[in-house]
């Protein structure tokens, strides 16, 4: 009875820690730019294993309310990771697929402008839909801004047509180390993140906004691109807006 309690007493504890940890990243999605998921992927293991041992050692206590206690509990707690995975499942099948395809040469800040009437037609296909970047890196798109959970790739097309996949993908503060400073070989997407803007007329625009380049760019040279004097050289974009 005694490791029943132990194991039983840990998972209550881990498990009331991750149900607060999933209502904390619940809170900020949305308000913060950069939301770390790391804890609750932590303990998620640890409390499917706790649940296990837990219902395995309450089966074998020969006391009925230690046993059925130990069902309760335990049960309760396993089925938190139960629900985390099935809502993971389901967001990762039903999450909009995007593809943003950049030009080879290109480093700095990346500007995807959606609900411009006059812009570029959206690609969209079964797999889903397809960004083509500019050479100046702001695309102006009639496709609306998507407000549901997104799975992005990104790819660089060489002078041939083809394809690469960026694959490195960084989502948090780089630090300034002596190897990230000297890294000007792997290319990556540095903190994609959505936004909105309203000029002094009253024009508002919803975009995307991602940095492509290696560390040691986004370190000491980065290349950043100014939404407003950009919307200021092209009226445009305001007066043929979609909304």
Known sequence: MKWLWIV???????????????????????IAAYVTTWPMFALLPVVLTLSIIGLKLARKNPSKTARWTG???NGCALAVPAVV?????TLFVSATKEKYIIPSAYEG???V??????????????????????????????????HNFTR???????????????????YSTIERTPENLANDRDIGMYFPRTGSFTDAAGCRIEYDEIYVGTK????????????????????AVCQASAK
């Open 8 to 30: 039983t007493l840990s998972n209550v504890v881990a498990t009331g820690f991750l149900i607060l940890i999933i209502l904390a990243t619940l809170q900020v999605i949305g």
């Open 71 to 73: 069902y309760l509990l």
């Open 85 to 89: 995975a099935a809502l993971v499942g």
């Open 109 to 111: 800040e990346i500007y």
């Open 113 to 146: 402008v959606h609900d411009v009437a006059n812009g570029q037609p959206p690609e969209k296909s079964f797999w889903g839909t397809t960004y083509r970047i500019p050479k100046d890196g702001v695309l102006l798109t009639q496709a609306p801004m998507s």
């Open 152 to 170: 992005t790739t990104y790819y660089s097309e060489l002078k041939d047509g083809s394809l690469r996949r960026i694959r490195s993908e960084w």
């Open 216 to 235: 040691a760019d986004i370190l000491s040279n980065p290349r950043e691109l100014d939404l407003s004097s950009y919307l200021r050289s092209h009226p």
